[in-house]
């Protein structure tokens, strides 16, 4: 599913299908398939939501809503038809205006989140070195680990995101950010 969220008069909506329908508490599958992915993809992001709106926890479905909203506005902000923001999946952040930018104690957190891939340190390591062209073989020769050990750490690494082949992988990590 292609879906655009925007801001206009200081409301939030979701385009989809080239209707467009503003965001509300009321929006909760909405709401709940959005808190599954930022829990999944984007942990640190959710930990600092969950801080920010502690106060309103008792409210869930008001809570929900806040959290949501408060991660669509600093990911999303103008109306804009050349790229989708969530593209079957994928989100395609956008650096909003924001007055705090720089200052904000979340910026780079729920602002601009950095993807979390579920891969371990060693696998990052590895796929690192793999997205930029090394084989196992140098791999291992310069993470002093086995040819072996290498290649259980890549098919882990595309078990875990999904992928099939170092193209797909390469296309997976630059959609992701995955090491910028």
Known sequence: MKREFYICDDRLYVMTD?????????????????????????????KALNECYAKSSRNV?????LRVRRFLRCNFGQLDTTA??????????????CPLRGECLHDGVICMPRFDSRLSKAEERVMRMFR????????????????????????????????????????????HHLFD
């Open 84 to 97: 989708c923001d969530d593209d079957n999946g994928v989100f395609n952040f956008e650096r909003i205006q």
């Open 18 to 46: 080239g209707k467009s329908e503003e965001v509300t508490e009321k929006s909760r599958e909405l709401i709940d398939e959005m808190l599954t992915r930022i829990e999944t993809y984007y942990p640190e992001a959710l």
């Open 61 to 65: 479905s008001y809570y929900n809503y």
């Open 132 to 175: 930029h062209g090394s084989d196992p073989d140098e791999i291992a020769g310069t993470l002093y680990l086995s040819p072996h050990t290498v290649r259980n750490h890549i098919k882990a690494a595309y078990i875990k995101l999904g992928v099939h082949s170092r193209a797909e992988f390469i296309a997976y990590a630059s959609r």
